[in-house]
């Protein structure tokens, strides 16, 4: 990576690391403020001067559309894309935040620059799920109808929500890395660690007593620990092999039969593309 560009969507720490690696590193998130702040802060403290922010609205279909077109005319190469974000309420297109953001979004910017991730490969897409995956699972009804996608008010719907997408970014890795099969880009999802992170600001009250209530199981990590199993999955040599499958602590890890399984997968796809006007 250390040549061509990384995209990042929200991982301040991640990009820090990048950066400090020499990559080229697109800061990619919603507050222009925020977002230009966190490029200056990253190109102070590595020294490298190819650390650029650009807009990116995740609850936005339209605002993803724009961004992939002006980063396509302005970004020659694109190494590595990381999908890290992670939101609640309701997304421009209708869709619940929850499950708008943390996976129709990704799996919308993904598709759009698959072209230009082949042209560069080897390559490779990092999605960041949460442990969280495990307890989520998969409603197809729910997803067709848009209903109640994360529109649950009491906090175990909404956490029940935010597994469900969580469990999507694992299927998702899991049915784009069939379909990259020998194309020279590989996928990979994780879970990173309870990182306690600038993003917070972006989540409500209700949503953080939630995930604290299971931090238990969420070891808390400092943003840098955090990022560990990200870096692995972007930067690890020789785990090709292990295209589709699911990180944690840097090691693989198995996941339930759900989270594995081609037909759920191969439909969550199909309906993903439908919401996201592709099909």
Avoid at 209 to 233: F, P
Wanted: charge should be positive.
């Amino acid at each position: 990576t250390n040549k061509g560009a990384t995209l990042l969507t929200n991982c301040f720490a991640t990009a820090l690391a990048l950066a400090l690696r020499g990559a080229r590193v697109i800061v990619a998130c919603r507050s222009k403020q925020r977002g230009e702040d966190a490029a200056k802060d990253i190109r102070r403290e590595s020294g490298n001067d190819e650390v650029v922010f650009m807009q990116l609205d995740l609850a936005s279909m339209k605002a993803i559309r724009s961004f992939v077109e002006t980063f396509l005319k302005t970004e020659s190469r694109l190494d590595v894309l990381i999908n890290n974000a992670g939101k609640e309420c309701r997304t421009e297109d209708g869709l619940g935040m929850v499950f708008g953001v943390n996976h129709i979004g990704p799996f919308l910017l993904t598709n759009l620059l698959l072209d230009r991730l082949k042209e560069c490969a080897p390559s490779r897409v990092v999605n960041v799920s949460s442990i969280g995956h495990s307890m989520g699972t998969i409603d197809f009804n729910c997803i067709n109808t848009h209903k109640r996608l994360a529109l649950g008010t009491s906090n175990r719907d909404i956490f029940k929500i935010y597994c469900h997408s969580k469990l999507c970014n694992v299927l998702f890795t899991h049915e784009l890395a069939k379909r990259l099969k020998g194309m020279g880009v590989t996928c990979y999802s994780l879970h990173p660690g309870s990182v306690r992170s600038e993003l917070g600001r972006d989540l409500n009250g209700t949503f953080m007593n939630i995930l604290k209530c299971i931090s238990k199981v969420l070891i808390q990590t400092d943003e840098m620990s955090g990022a560990q199993t990200t870096l692995h999955c972007t930067l690890q040599e020789g785990i090709e092999p292990l295209s589709g499958r699911y990180f944690s602590d840097c090691k693989l890890q198995d996941v339930k039969a759900e989270a594995k399984d081609d037909e759920i997968a191969r439909k969550l796809w199909d309906v993903s593309e439908r919401l996201c006007g592709m099909a």
